[in-house]
C-alpha cells in the first residue's frame, strides 16, 4: 500500500478505472498542485510494467487529462479577461500598471515558447494556462502547444517509471530537487522585485520631500 493519501488516492482511482483513471488524475493535478504529476506519472508507468495498464492507452489518457486541465484555467484567464486582471494586480502592493503592460508585452512576444516548455517547468505547468486565457491566444494553438508539451512531459516520466518499476518513487525524489531550485529562483525574483520597489519607493518620497521643503 502506498503511504500518503495523495498517492493512495491516485492508486485507487487507477486501480479502478485504468489508464483513464491517470488520465483524471492529471486533469486534476493542473487545478490542485498537491497532487503532483511527479507522483502520478511514474505511478502510471510503475502500473504499465506491471501490465495493470496499457503504455499507450496511460500515454494518451494522461495527454489528454494534462490538455483539459489547462483548458480550464485558459477558461478562467478567458473569463478574467484583461479589464479584471489589470484592476485584480492593482490591489497588490507595490505592482503598478506599467507592470502588467510589460508583462503583457512578454507574453505577445514569447507567448507560444512560454506555453510549450511552461509544461515542462513545475509551477508553471498550471500557471501559464491563465495568461494565455486571459490574452485569449488562438485557442487551437494553445491547445497544439498544450499537448505537445504535455505529451513530452507525460511520457519521460511515464517512461521513467516504467524502467524502474518498484523503484518508481526515486523520479518524484529527483524531480522534488528540481522543483525546489524552480521555486528558490521564483522566489529569489519575488525578493529582488520587491526590494527594488521598495527602495525605488523611497528615494522618489524623498525626493518628493525636498521639493515640498
Known sequence: MIGSSPQQWVNTLMDTLGAPGAGIAIALEN???PLPSEVILPLAGFAVSTG???????????TAGS???????YGLGAWLGRERTVALA???PL??????????????????KAVFFGRMI??????????AGVERMPLPVFICLTTLGSAIWNT??????????????????YVSTYSKLVLGIVLLVLLTFVVRRVVKSRKQGRRHRRRQD
Not at 52 to 62: F, G, K, Y
Not at 160 to 167: D, M, S, V
Open 31 to 33: 487545478l490542485f498542485p
Open 52 to 62: 495493470e495498464i496499457n503504455l499507450i492507452a496511460a500515454l494518451l489518457w494522461t
Open 67 to 73: 490538455v483539459v486541465g489547462a483548458l480550464a484555467l
Open 90 to 92: 492593482s490591489k497588490v
Open 95 to 112: 505592482v503598478k500598471a506599467s507592470d502588467m503592460e510589460r508583462t503583457e508585452d512578454w507574453f505577445n512576444r514569447h507567448g507560444m
Open 122 to 131: 513545475p509551477l508553471f505547468r498550471s500557471l501559464i494556462s491563465v495568461p
Open 156 to 173: 519521460a516520466f511515464i517512461m521513467a517509471g516504467y524502467a524502474l518499476g518498484e523503484n518508481w518513487r526515486k523520479v518524484s525524489s
